[in-house]
């Protein structure tokens, strides 16, 4: 194809003028991909809650407890970590929204009892939501603007 | 898959440092990543639609793409060339969603590139005689004559023939070629 057209040649066109993008659109990436993060860990969250729904409607009330502790602590001292990087609160966004659907379902599966395998798991999305805030809020301390 | 293209902008040299880096998620590697190679999407995107705007989707759905998926990339090819790829699809992606009119005034043309200052007269001409091709066409002469992309690997990402990118080509550059002589302006000039 070249040899119909030597003419125009790699260097011509390599010579054309070069432009830079928007300075401001760095930070607006950097936001925009936090933003379909947030909505993954949500999303992600939705399913551990509808898992723990129908893990509640099919184990028998009757099953040994199974242990709670553990994610409720680590769930404590995340909580703790978020308070003292975000004192105002996390952001609001898809990851805050889905925290508090997880703690309105841990207060529902406390008011009537649920087994504590259910509430284990509503722990452990608790705790999954709030690592990923603060590694949120992390992140947000550590963007540099070019 | 990738062609060798040694004197592409996007055949940089990345520090295996750096990209560890951006692997771990560290933002300022990433901020460095985008500082260079920025430039080089947004001109090849420019330089196909046409468009300012149209370009700068192209670069923020790219480095979006580099910041939630450069933990998969494994080194098989260099970055750039990895990242040239995402930056071609992107922008074949944008040819394929929208219409993009094909305008003949030049000062329309680049006041849609949203150039900074006037340009130097030739290669503000030459850059019109360009940009007054058909966008399909446009990326062709782009891919193939600056990017090194082989007839190929542009039938792969148009889902054409090869014959078919061949023929889109020639039209081009003898298109190109009757506007600069009809223009009055010689080969030499174009930018």
């Not at chain 1, 432009?19 to 991909?33: M, S």
């Not at chain 2, 055949?11 to 080089?40: I, K, S, T, W």
Request: glycine share 6%.
């Amino acid at each position: 194809m070249n040899e119909t057209m030597p003419p125009l040649s790699h260097a011509q066109l390599r010579a054309l003028p070069q432009f830079a993008p928007d300075p401001a659109l760095w930070p607006r990436i950097v936001a925009r991909a936090r933003r379909r993060q947030a909505q993954r860990v949500a999303a992600g969250a939705c399913c551990v809650l509808l898992l723990a729904g129908a893990t509640a409607a099919l184990l028998p009330a009757t099953r040994a407890p199974a242990p709670t502790h553990d994610w409720q602590a680590r769930a404590g001292a995340l909580e703790r970590e978020l308070a003292s990087a975000a004192p105002r609160g996390p952001a609001p966004g898809p990851l805050a929204d889905a925290l508090g659907g997880v703690d309105r379902a841990l207060h529902a599966a406390y008011a009537r009892g649920a087994p504590p395998a259910e509430r284990e798991t509503l722990w452990r999305a608790r705790s999954e939501l709030l690592e990923s805030l603060v590694a949120a809020q992390r992140d947000g301390l550590r963007t540099t603007r070019i | 898959m990738e062609p060798t293209a040694p004197r592409s902008v996007f055949a940089q040299e990345v520090p295996p440092d750096l990209l560890a880096q951006a692997r771990r998620g560290d933002m300022q590697a990433h901020a460095e990543l985008y500082r260079r190679f920025a430039a080089p999407v947004f001109n090849l995107a420019l330089r196909v639609l046409g468009e300012r705007a149209a370009a700068e989707d192209v670069v923020q759905e790219v480095f979006v793409r580099v910041l939630g998926q450069v933990r998969r990339y494994r080194g098989e090819a260099p970055f750039g060339l990895w990242l040239r790829r995402l930056a071609v699809n992107a922008t074949i992606d944008q040819l394929r969603a929208r219409r993009f009119l094909v305008a003949t005034d030049a000062d329309a043309l680049l006041a849609r590139l949203g150039a900074p200052g006037p340009l130097p007269e030739q290669q503000a001409e030459a850059l019109a005689l360009l940009l007054r091709l058909p966008p399909r066409a446009r990326a062709v002469v782009v891919l193939h004559e600056l990017e090194g992309y082989t007839h190929a690997e542009l039938a792969r990402m148009f889902e054409q023939t090869e014959s078919y990118s061949k023929s889109i080509l020639s039209r081009a550059l003898v298109r190109l070629r009757r506007r600069l002589g009809r223009d009055g302006i010689g080969l030499e000039s174009l930018p």
